[in-house]
């Protein structure tokens, strides 16, 4: 089920869990000592007989391995899940593993994932050899024209133990392979159409940027002190890049795929975790000279407003505010910024409980690919048994026949919550789109993510009952 890094900081005893501080849980994640001013203070604490407890989790397998996903969900969207299996626990909620198989054929398919990664990996590794090696690259390797980038003398760039980052001849595409095949939906890149030489620069022009952004991310925390744990990171989302042909790597990717590499030991556990959970999000990485790809969610956000409190989106409008692009950041990294890091995987974790459908694990899984709204309610459940397995939030999209709206993630009802909390304020003192981020950027840090999530169910019930009536 996988091992726990964080565990690597603190273990917990395999008995009752106690009621854990908030200090306590921050120690999972130790923050640097020089760092400790800065962070959000944590205010997510374990409680028995709410939070998921390893006892908890355990129990919930049966000797084959089912596990009982209904009584596991009811427990994350009381209390979140303790840090000791949080890693275990988030590879059923995004869809890795089918709560229905069994301990053996989990481990079949993690082996094969772990496989295919490795061999994933290789192909980047053959092209650009400082992938696998340890380090990371943050400096660019190629021009704009896919030139390799020399040093001083002339010679072609090289990694610190002295491989070279990049062919000395210049013809970038000698190393392409395509030995292995995917198990999980994404070819590796073909090497005989027209655009794979700008899918190969493109790629390694992206490289020093994934590498710049690791160095950033998560930087307070001990875990990334730790050269081996930013290059884990950086390869992760170097061979997403590459097998990612239409959307590569954009900034805000590795704030989402760092809490996995912390919590998951396995690299390759690590990579899958950090794909299923783009199946959710990669629409908003979706850029093109035109348009953004969270532009959907904030279309989605503005008609929420305006049929929840339309005399605030009115003003929104009135301010030019009326696309919501100061909305941008909570939704592309998903709160990542307003929150400490103990609390903002709490937050993950209680949204993707709410938003768990029982068919996600095998929507991913179809190789046939159609629309993916068609496979989540091709089995829409007939009793109230079954109701239990779909999170609070998916429940009541089936209850109102709103499920197969896909831009109404749950994260575009929070931040309707938080508007709405901040409604006198916003109404009274915004007198420009300045005003409004200033207000919005004040609940960094002072946010609740429990209440938040509370009145973002309230928001989405308002507007689901609004909906209906017009």
């Not at 013809?171 to 030995?179: D, G, M, P, S, V």
């Amino acid at each position: 089920m996988g091992n726990s890094n964080a565990v690597a900081f603190k273990k917990e005893g395999g008995g009752a869990m106690k009621n854990s501080s908030s200090e306590e849980l921050d120690s999972y994640y130790p923050v640097r000592p020089e760092c400790l001013a800065d962070v959000p203070k944590t205010r997510f604490k374990a409680r028995v007989g709410k939070t998921l407890s390893e006892r908890r989790w355990n129990a919930a397998f049966s000797k084959e391995g089912y596990l009982d996903i209904a009584g596991v969900l009811r427990r994350i969207q009381r209390g979140g899940i303790h840090p000791s299996i949080k890693g275990a626990a988030w590879e059923f909620l995004l869809g890795c593993f089918d709560p229905e198989s069994t301990f053996q054929e989990r481990n079949q398919l993690r082996q094969q994932r772990r496989e295919q990664y490795a061999a994933w990996k290789s192909e980047c590794q053959k092209i650009v050899p400082v992938i696998g090696s340890g380090k990371i690259i943050t400096s660019a390797i190629v021009s704009d024209d896919g030139q390799p980038i020399v040093s001083d003398d002339g010679q072609p760039i090289v990694s610190d133990d002295g491989q070279p980052i990049v062919s000395d001849d210049g013809k970038l595409i000698e190393y392409a392979t395509n030995t292995s095949k995917s198990q999980d939906n994404n070819d590796a890149m073909p090497v005989d159409n027209g655009d794979f030489d700008k899918k190969m620069i493109q790629w390694k022009l992206s490289l020093h940027q994934i590498g710049l952004d690791v160095v950033r991310t998560d930087r307070t925390l001990i875990f990334y002190e730790n050269e081996a744990n930013q290059a884990k990171l950086w390869d992760i989302l170097a061979v997403y890049a590459w097998m990612d042909k239409d959307i590569g790597y954009v900034q805000g990717m590795s704030d989402i795929c760092s809490p996995m590499v912390i919590l998951l030991e396995n690299e390759a556990d690590a990579y899958w975790c950090f794909e299923r959970a783009m199946r959710r999000l990669r629409e908003n990485f979706k850029c093109t000279t035109s348009s953004m790809g969270v532009q959907s969610q904030l279309s989605t956000l503005a008609q929420i407003v305006k049929t929840v409190d339309p005399k605030l989106h009115q003003h929104l409008e009135e301010l030019d505010g009326g696309e919501y692009l100061f909305a941008f950041r909570m939704l592309m990294v998903l709160f990542r910024r307003e929150f400490s890091f103990v609390d903002s995987l709490y937050l993950w974790e209680v949204m993707w409980a709410m938003e768990y459908n029982p068919n996600i694990y095998s929507s991913y899984d179809d190789k046939r690919q159609p629309n993916l709204s068609e496979l989540l309610y091709d089995d829409k459940p007939n009793d109230k048994h079954k109701l239990k397995e779909y999170g609070k939030f998916e429940r009541n999209n089936l209850k109102t026949g709103a499920a197969e709206q896909n831009n109404s993630a749950l994260a575009v009802f929070l931040v309707a919550s938080v508007l709405e909390t901040k409604h006198r304020r916003l109404m009274k003192e915004a007198k420009g789109l300045d005003d409004v981020v200033q207000i919005l950027g004040e609940i960094s840090g002072n946010l609740d993510a429990k209440k938040a999530l509370d009145e973002a169910l309230k928001v989405h019930k308002k507007y689901l009952k609004q909906a209906k009536k017009s």
